[in-house]
């Protein structure tokens, strides 16, 4: 017997689809994107991506220079997709009947010259005298191009100038980044849901407020007192010392929080009956605690590894932007140049800086979402 499904059901069904399609259009998008040719890119959107695309363009024939005598006349002659693809639907010769003529038409244009542009992009300009003057002739177009796919744009990427060092620079940046702030907090937390002390409510409480800190405004604070302290030791504060601190700061907070919340709802027996065997607080945290934290552990750095990872504004203040220091996106941000209008270089980027994070993400996957519900609604 069928089994009838619910309103609430039927509801609940269409709102996760809606949202896999929310998610999943623009990924989608911007990995077509990625892979097409970075003029059809400009001229018209991912859906159209299998479809022949047409636009308007101007072509600059070449100069006088190049004219040759055929039969008492004079010619010049080319091809305006300069050998790539494409058809030509429509042409002219000035810009306010630029698409006068059809294709394979012979236009008079000006003291007895003649242009002839063919559907594959040839043309044929004639003049019954020599050809005068620095320029060639402009010749407007309407083009219809099929679709076209490359690797290009990747190529462009990986090839680029320090790309090797920076990705370099970024695994430096966060794989310490991650693993610094997951001991730390690992201890604090295991302390502040076992152990008893003075003011543990109120560290608490202040740990909480934390997490609502802007990561803005502790920036230059922070910079000053790193300035300070390796002033005062004889060591400059920039450097990957500096920013591993900086993200272990901004990143305990939700770390203690967490790790807290998953540690205190472990079992209590387990912790009574190795105290009563003679285990030591650090014993009980190393052989009993961590092993059974990997949940949550591993929630945690997926979160702290992709923060890292992506970062762009805190390598910039506590590691520079020199060559040798820029990291991943740093050195994308400068190959796109100042106006950002490459996005063939744009949509490469993002598929290649994902690659990293996508590997952590699906190796550590399985423990994420137990590690987050255990971690949201067990307290102690």
């Known amino acids: 017997?069928?089994?009838?499904?619910?309103p609430l059901t039927i509801v609940v069904?269409?709102?996760?689809?809606?949202?896999?399609?929310?998610?999943?259009?623009?990924?989608?998008?911007?990995?077509?994107?990625?892979?097409?040719?970075?003029?059809?890119?400009?001229?018209s959107g991912w859906w159209t991506a299998l479809s022949s695309s047409t636009r308007n363009e101007i072509y600059r024939a070449p100069g006088p220079e190049t004219q040759a005598q055929e039969n008492g006349v004079y010619v010049i002659k080319g091809n305006v997709f300069e050998g790539g693809p494409g058809a030509v639907s429509a042409f002219g010769a000035t810009s306010q009947e630029p698409a006068a003529f059809a294709a394979g038409a012979t236009a008079d244009i000006r003291d007895g010259h003649k242009l002839t542009v063919e559907e594959n992009g040839d043309f044929r300009l004639e003049s019954p005298t020599a050809?005068?003057?620095?320029?060639?002739?402009?010749?407007?177009?309407?083009?219809e191009t099929p679709p076209r796919f490359t690797?290009?744009?990747?190529?462009?990427?990986?090839?680029?100038?320090g790309i090797g060092q920076s990705f370099i620079n970024?695994?430096?940046?966060?794989?310490?980044?991650?693993?610094?702030?997951?001991?730390?907090?690992?201890?604090?937390?295991?302390?502040?849901a076992w152990m008893k002390f003075p003011g543990?409510?109120?560290?608490?409480?202040?740990?909480?407020?934390?997490?609502?800190?802007?990561?803005?405004?502790?920036?230059?604070?922070?910079?000053?007192?790193?300035?300070?302290?390796?002033?005062?030791f004889g060591v400059p504060a920039k450097g990957y010392v500096g920013i591993w601190l900086a993200h272990m700061g901004f990143g305990l907070p939700l770390a203690i929080y967490l790790l807290r919340n998953y540690i205190a709802g472990l079992p209590r027996e387990i912790m009574e009956s190795a105290r009563v065997d003679g285990a030591s607080d650090f014993e009980i945290f190393i052989k009993i605690v961590l092993p059974l934290s990997y949940p949550a552990l591993a929630s945690f750095a997926i979160f702290?590894?992709?923060?890292?990872?992506?970062?762009?504004?805190v390598a910039m203040?506590?590691?520079?932007?020199?060559?040798?220091?820029?990291?991943?996106?740093g050195r994308l941000v400068n190959l796109l140049g100042s106006r950002g209008g490459n996005w063939e270089i744009l949509t490469a980027s993002a598929f290649i800086t994902i690659i990293v994070p996508l590997l952590v993400f699906f190796g550590l996957q399985r423990y994420l979402v137990r590690g987050l519900l255990a971690g949201s609604v067990k307290g102690g």
């Open 200 to 232: 543990r409510s109120i560290l608490i409480a202040v740990i909480v407020g934390l997490l609502v800190v802007p990561l803005q405004m502790s920036l230059i604070p922070l910079l000053k007192m790193y300035n300070d302290v390796g002033t005062f």
């Open 317 to 329: 203040v506590f590691l520079g932007t020199g060559n040798d220091e820029l990291v991943l996106t």
């Open 170 to 192: 970024s695994l430096t940046v966060a794989i310490p980044s991650t693993i610094i702030p997951i001991l730390v907090a690992a201890f604090a937390a295991y302390a502040l």
């Open 1 to 6: 017997m069928t089994r009838k499904l619910s």
């Open 131 to 143: 050809f005068e003057g620095s320029r060639g002739q402009r010749i407007f177009f309407t083009a």
């Open 151 to 161: 690797l290009e744009n990747y190529q462009t990427v990986m090839t680029a100038e």
């Open 13 to 43: 069904n269409l709102t996760v689809l809606i949202l896999v399609a929310a998610w999943t259009l623009p990924t989608a998008g911007l990995l077509i994107s990625s892979l097409r040719d970075k003029d059809q890119i400009v001229a």
């Open 304 to 313: 702290q590894f992709l923060w890292t990872w992506n970062d762009l504004l």
